[in-house]
């Protein structure tokens, strides 16, 4: 009951694309509208190209049905568009459904894959290398496994980028303690917003050849790239290029999701993880345990094939499909450059560029007199700075030390989905928090 000195709150600590105000992609809810009411197949207000998407994928459900269980590796026709749309974006670089795992979200597979790596006891328990900053379902699910988390730390001062020797470092590190078998990479980043370069990808896959190491990509913001000159490249069409010694050998899993990218359907928990090079019997294991699950949710399915099979020229949505897919990603883009900039006029605040994601991360400095007073209130100085935050502003991010950060810095992450009018109140907004926390705390 206590009035505050805002109206409302503003959850700018998540990267949830709809509640945060982005339009659904029409013809993604056309379609799984029509597969879960096949009623509505005989209505002239469906285009015909969503009905027969929505009728080809009926016909791989039981009882054509989504209400029906599917395969533990997900509905067959629909791994089969996973399987092209990779060799499409690949550039021809073949891809086996067989290969192809369904999932809830991404996050369902990384934590399936991480199952099936972690062993040993001791000194031989699994190291499961992650970046820092990271995101926090590493940690996470690293933690529930029992596990040993492995830090590798990205270059702050080179816009966060991934550097071999740092890899190289943690790893010798880590030899000590337990045996590092697992490498994750998040490529665009999250919550640095990096897009790696191909040379990068090139040094971390002949690391991951060297040291006998299971790669773990995380690409869910491959739609997500917004810099002059960044690209996305795949780990699977570089690791494919650098020839069989390595594509024949280098463990590998990438994953996609419907949550990020230009789709932004977080509630639908589609996703599909691709995994290379895995020996048969291990692969028999995976199935087994995928299988304790039954399957992934069908409507998630469903929504997953309209991200690998959406309109091509010639067919009717095409036109409105390019139109919502361009508008939403031309606008993450400026709303990325804005942030930015923003941030960076602020005496105290760093932001690297946003090359790529959804989230800017920025380095604060904080006083040594709040640093004093988040200690007496037993608080990482950064959450003391996103709580006053909070408390003073109704803006809600998240803290660095949620992520990891190194030792004496400071950051918080705060998502860039907001409409732009609200984006640019709410960067004012943290502006003039900052500058007088500073004056409050000099």
């Known amino acids: 009951g206590i009035k505050k000195p805002f109206t409302e709150v503003i959850k700018a600590n998540i990267g949830d694309a709809h509640a945060m105000g982005q339009r659904p992609i029409t013809f993604l809810r056309q379609v799984v509208a029509l597969c879960t009411y096949p009623n509505l197949l005989d209505s002239p207000s469906f285009p015909e190209d969503a009905k027969k998407r929505a009728r080809r994928i009926l016909q791989g459900c039981g009882g054509n049905s989504l209400g029906a269980y599917t395969a533990s590796q997900g509905i067959n026709c629909i791994r089969e568009d996973v399987a092209s749309y990779i060799e499409r974006r690949d550039g021809g670089v073949p891809a086996d459904p067989d290969n192809i795992y369904l999932t809830t979200g991404a996050s369902d597979g990384i934590a399936s894959i991480l199952k099936i790596l972690v062993s040993g006891g001791g000194k031989s328990r699994t190291g499961v290398m992650i970046p820092i900053p990271q995101y926090p379902l590493y940690s996470a699910a690293i933690s529930e496994l029992d596990a040993i988390q492995v830090n590798y730390y990205l270059d702050e001062e080179n816009c966060w980028s991934l550097d071999v020797n740092e890899l190289r470092r943690s790893l010798n590190e880590a030899k000590g303690y337990c045996n590092p ?262």
């Open 181 to 442: 078998k697992v490498l994750c990479i998040i490529n665009p980043g999250n919550p640095t917003g990096q897009v790696q370069s191909r040379k990068c990808i090139e040094d971390v896959i002949h690391f991951a050849w060297e040291e006998k190491l299971f790669l773990l990509a995380d690409e869910v913001y491959q739609d997500n790239v917004y810099s002059e000159g960044c690209q996305f490249h795949s780990f699977k069409k570089i690791l494919y290029e650098m020839g069989p010694e390595y594509s024949n050998n280098v463990e590998l899993a990438s994953f996609h999701s419907t949550s990020k990218g230009y789709m932004g359907e977080c509630g639908y928990r589609g996703g599909y993880m691709e995994v290379l090079n895995l020996h048969p019997d291990i692969k028999g294991q995976l199935v087994k345990l995928l299988s304790v699950r039954l399957c992934p949710p069908v409507s998630g399915q469903a929504a997953m094939d309209i991200v690998v099979n959406p309109p091509v020229p010639g067919e009717e949505s095409y036109s409105q499909f390019i139109k919502e897919k361009e508008s939403v990603l031309n606008n993450l883009a400026k709303k990325a450059k804005l942030t930015e900039d923003m941030f960076n006029k602020v005496p105290g605040i760093h932001c690297n560029p946003l090359q790529g994601a959804m989230y800017a991360f920025p380095r604060i400095f904080i006083p040594s007199k709040a640093i004093e007073e988040a200690k007496a209130h037993k608080m990482a100085p950064d959450m003391f700075y996103c709580m006053k935050l909070l408390e003073e502003t109704g803006i809600c991010v998240v803290p660095g030390s949620g992520f990891g950060q190194r030792e004496g810095t400071y950051h918080f992450r705060i998502t860039i989905l907001p409409p732009i009018d609200k984006l640019k109140i709410l960067l004012e907004k943290v502006k003039d928090f900052h500058i007088k926390f500073l004056e409050k705390y000099a």
